[in-house]
């Protein structure tokens, strides 16, 4: 068994496998290096297979996106530690051992993240994941860092190691047997909040997730998906619902849920007025499919948990508070 795989999910990546593998292999000591290739059209293979042979590549007979393509690429890695990390991610010198050496000596955290900054404005924090995430009462996520789509400056204000609720898809080292425990990514959400999910999970379980601030990296972000895609945001809103079904207790499910869905209406209205009509039809396509699969996300309820008793929207929009530290 390798103590530390680090495995990088692509499709069709081939420009940040090159930009961005070199810093990676140079930073990341002895351990394997994999790509899971989820059944790119580039020539992201060939590619590998030229300029960067001892990189392991697992290829995919199909596109399963982010949730099932590292639930089959994982099947198939022997590890202690999964280092899931984004193709267009920048690692820094000393980036994995921090990581590793806290799960190494807290027995009870499951997974950890370092502090992810913006690749292009390398004094910012990056949306997904920033210093740590969090849910809020309603099941929305935010993070030490950023609060919806206010971003901080990194001034040091997050540099202590801290428990999180969630860490981020975009980089982060998990114990591979809690990842198995807990059944791995829910490959309904296809992409989108299913590390949330996979976090809320674990913490349901009595492990433990952290921030680890001493480890940093960059990220460019919207690197598969664009943010201003209405598949996005159709991915969004279909899974945030369905996080809230599968892991909420039944007595906050019970009003928590008809609620969202209120709230997810008057966000469709706002979003169809303020970019496109297109991210309205996606909204309600993602009611549609949510109310469809509900049975099965009913099915998929073992140990559930209460989020925090924090209202984001409460706090954010109504009293104006934009940092992590003020709410």
Known sequence: MNKVAIVILNYNGRKFLEK???SLQEYSGQSKLIVV???STDDSTDFLEEQFSEVEIIQLE???GFACGYNEGLKKIDAEYFAIINSDVEVTADWLDPLVNFLGS???HAAVQPKIKSYHDKSKFEYAGAAGGFVDAMGYPYCRGRIFQHIDTDTGQYDTTSDVDWTSGACMVIRSDVFDKVGGFDEDFFAHMEEIDLCWRIRSG???????PASTVYHVGGGTLDRSSPFKTYLNFR???SLLAKNLPKNQLIWKLPFRLVLDGLAAIKMAFESSPRHLTAIAKAHVHFYW???RNFRKRKVVSPPRSIWLLNEHFLKGKKRF???
Do not use: E, Q, T, Y
């Open 20 to 22: 961005f593998l070199p």
């Open 37 to 39: 290739d989820n059944a």
């Open 62 to 64: 199909k596109n399963f």
């Open 106 to 108: 807290h027995p009870n």
């Open 206 to 212: 009595g492990m433990k997730l952290a921030c680890v």
């Open 239 to 241: 899974n945030g619902l």
């Open 293 to 295: 699969r509900l049975p």
């Open 325 to 327: 530290d003020d709410i």
